[in-house]
């Protein structure tokens, strides 16, 4: 079977952080959140995968190639955002007039690709979308479902939460009959096009996954979802990494090789510190992902943060929660950022920032 791995956003909600990255070369536990997406693909039976991609293109083509996992990569290059349906449809070409399976580029989850291909199949569906329920629905697709898991009704993002709660999870198994149900030309969405209309005609039907699912759209849902693996995975803590004996280690913590952990720093819980990152004396890190070769001075205290990659945290430096410190940008020494603070990439900071805001 062939696949479809929808990657054309601009990730806007992860900026500035995506300023520098397109969302699927994101890290999750220092591997690239495509990386995750190819693995279960190809244990799934998956043979060839088209890309469809837009934002930073070439970066996303040079790091992942042409084969990865015995997959065969191919990319559906788009010259303007097409959205989740229009992606598809150009997509066709590589495609042909087969089955075959479709997915969001930025959603983590366990799910079962080969329990969703037969329940498809056992079906005759035209479509199958994969469901997850959710305790608010309102920026999801949320489908109602018969008692034979037919979608009666799909509405995509509802204002009124009472629709009910099983979300569009982004992953699906469409049949080439599909394609008469998007428009022939410019961005579409799949979800405001195709699937209401195949909902009204019987042909929808819905997979309930009761596993791990996240979206890693927001901020907050990236640190989630590295969090959430950190629990499945445990504690890692690479030979090749230097931790004093004096620092204070507070498990689940990930901490990839080449890094430095000084004496009398604190680490964790959920700390995820990747390669080459050095950390000073008496630091503190809790709940935070830091980028490859970042730098944290001393008795720095970072909570709830995200911190990109070869930034310069200075020294006696106080990072609230729900702040992104972007690549190669420097925080002065003393300085405190309050929660909400984002800083783009290459900016310098060398005061402190009391309301949140974006450093541009």
Known sequence: MKAVLLAG?????????????????????????????????????????????HHMAEILMAEIGDE?????????IEQEPLGTGGAIRWARRYIGDEEFLAMNGDVVSDLDLRSLIDFHKSHDAAATIALYEVEDPRRFGVAVLEDDNRIRCFVEKPRDPSVGRAVNAGVYILTPDVFRYLPEQGACAIERTAFPKLAEEGKLYGFVHKGLWLDVGLPPDYLRA???????????????????????????????????????????????????????????????????????????????????EHARIGRWVKVETNCIISDFAKIGDNATLISGVRVCPYKEVRESIFEPRIVT
């Open 226 to 308: 590295n969090f959430a693996l950190l629990d499945r995975q445990g504690s890692f803590i690479s030979e090749e990494a230097r931790v004093s004996e004096r620092a204070t280690v507070n498990p689940p913590v990930y901490i990839r090789r080449g890094a430095v952990i000084e004496e009398d720093a604190h680490i964790g819980p959920y700390a995820i510190i990747d390669q080459g990152v050095w950390v000073g004396r008496g630091a503190r890190i809790e709940e935070c992902v830091v980028f490859p070769f970042a730098h944290i001075g001393h008795h720095a205290s970072l909570r709830g943060a995200i911190v990109g």
């Open 9 to 53: 956003g601009f990730g806007t909600r992860l900026r500035p952080l995506s300023c520098t990255r397109p969302k699927l070369l994101f890290p999750l536990l220092g591997r690239p959140l495509v990386d995750f997406q190819l693995e279960r693909l190809a244990q799934s039976g998956v043979d060839e995968v088209v890309i469809a991609v």
């Open 68 to 76: 990865r996992y015995g997959i065969r990569i191919r990319y559906s």
